[in-house]
């Protein structure tokens, strides 16, 4: 069974930092790239950065660029999500998807763009106050 599990959500104060996890099982984990997504009260779900375990790139959209990191572990089949100069409006329900790596790394980024991923997970809530 393939499961994609996010944790580490919570409240945390503008200016703050917050880590997420993400755990995979079921599939061969350097095979696939993970994104993580979020959706905020009334917008829609919006890709906001991708990793290839395999190799180490990365994207980011330009909202998060600078302030959120990612990083896998192939060993532990885990990604993160670093989040440092949390704002407001990055408060949202927090998801991490996998997509297969094939096509090169621009396709990855526009399935990461379409929401076409092969498997989701379920979310967790980040709530950042002001």
């Known amino acids: 069974e393939v499961q994609l599990q996010a944790s580490g959500g919570g409240l945390v104060q503008a200016g703050g930092s917050l880590r997420l996890s993400c755990v995979a099982s079921?599939?061969?984990?350097?095979?696939?790239?993970i994104g993580w997504f979020r959706q905020a009260p009334g917008k829609e779900r919006e890709g906001i950065a991708l990793?290839?375990?395999?190799?180490?790139?990365?994207y980011y959209v330009d909202s998060v660029k600078g302030r959120f990191t990612m990083s896998s572990d192939s060993f532990q089949n885990t990604a993160t999500l670093q989040m440092n100069s949390l704002k407001p409006e990055d408060t949202a329900v927090y998801y991490c998807?996998?997509?297969?790596?094939?096509?090169?790394?621009?396709?990855?980024?526009?399935?990461?763009?379409?929401?076409?991923?092969?498997?989701w997970g379920k979310g967790t809530l980040v709530t950042v106050s002001s």
């Open positions: 079921g599939f061969t984990f350097d095979d696939y790239a």
């Open positions: 990793i290839s375990p395999a190799d180490g790139s990365r």
């Open positions: 998807a996998a997509v297969h790596e094939r096509g090169g790394w621009g396709g990855l980024i526009r399935r990461l763009h379409g929401n076409r991923m092969d498997y």
